[in-house]
């Protein structure tokens, strides 16, 4: 019935295996789509059945041991991006109006936050971090430059000794 036109079987069936694939979003499906094509072009060179069925078996185990891992690897990371206010800590900010234990505000990511400290205040122009995120209000404390300090803790706003 499909003699001489074999490999468009195998090609219908890959297009099917890649239509699952679009549902599951697992890339075994597409693997297996690959190993169709292999069948697909053993059938066009003429190759009998049984061995369309061994090309098309050995291409699918190969993608599935070698090139899934690590399009699983690309696309699904272990650890999912930090997003929203959460993304925020760690980052460095600057003091726009003086931050104490009760508030103050910081730009933050190019906007205008309210901030907090929860050691002593931090005047305008400092660089901060944000340490956590309360609500609406970033918790922030001094910046560390290299391990030191910041200036203004060892010899007033100039920085002298």
């Known amino acids: 019935m499909f003699e001489g036109h074999g490999w468009l079987v195998w090609l219908g069936v890959a297009l099917a295996l890649v239509a699952i694939e679009a549902v599951t979003v697992d890339f075994t499906f597409l693997m297996l789509a690959g190993g169709a094509i292999g069948g697909s072009v053993a059938a066009a060179f003429g190759a009998p059945f049984p061995v369309q069925a061994i090309v098309g078996a050995v291409v699918a185990v ?20 930090k997003m929203g206010a959460e993304a925020n ?16 505000r910081v730009k933050l990511a190019g906007e205008t936050w309210s901030a907090r400290t929860l050691g002593s205040s931090i005047e305008p122009g400092e660089e901060v971090v944000v340490e956590s995120i309360d609500g609406a209000t970033a918790i922030v404390s001094r910046a560390q430059i290299g391990g030191m300090p910041d200036r203004t803790d060892i010899g007033g706003p100039t920085g002298s000794l």
Do not use: C, M, N
């Open 62 to 81: 190969v993608l599935l041991a070698t090139v899934r891992p690590w399009l699983k690897g690309r696309f699904t990371p272990g650890q999912r991006e």
């Open 89 to 104: 800590i760690g980052r460095s900010a600057y003091v726009i109006d003086r931050v104490t234990q009760s508030g103050g």
